[in-house]
């Protein structure tokens, strides 16, 4: 019943910017640590940045000071602000969060986006 869904992917120019946001909906008790992936053809799925639900955030090397993650736990949201963008960052951006969804569990599970695609022109 819960689900993640992803938006904000495009195509742009190298050196320009985009936006990703995730809305989690459906029936949540409370969200931990939220993040984003991106995975390249032929490529292993990576982490690209984390935060926590307190809002401590780290990032791949290959990203930061690029980067942004933020998130706004009213609405269940996290945002990738992507700025300085390179071809190398091309790949489908997946989002992840681990979601309790009754008071009474013990541990949070994780759940997945569709993805959405970002494409980096040169």
């Known amino acids: 019943q819960v689900q993640l869904v992803e938006s904000g992917g495009g195509l742009v120019q190298a050196g320009g910017s985009l936006r990703l946001s995730c809305s989690a909906s459906g029936s949540i008790f409370s969200i931990n640590d939220m993040g984003w992936y991106r995975q390249a053809p032929g490529k292993q799925r990576e982490l690209v940045a984390a935060i926590t639900s307190g809002g401590f955030a780290n990032y791949a090397d290959s990203v930061k000071g690029r980067f942004t993650i933020s998130r706004d736990n009213a609405k269940n949201t996290v945002y990738l602000q992507m700025n300085s963008l390179k071809p190398e960052d091309t790949a489908v951006y997946y989002c992840?969060?681990?979601?309790?969804?009754?008071?009474?569990?013990?541990?949070?599970?994780?759940?997945w986006g569709q993805g959405t695609q970002v494409t980096v022109s040169s």
């Open positions: 992840n969060a681990r979601i309790l969804r009754t008071s009474w569990g013990m541990s949070a599970y994780p759940y």
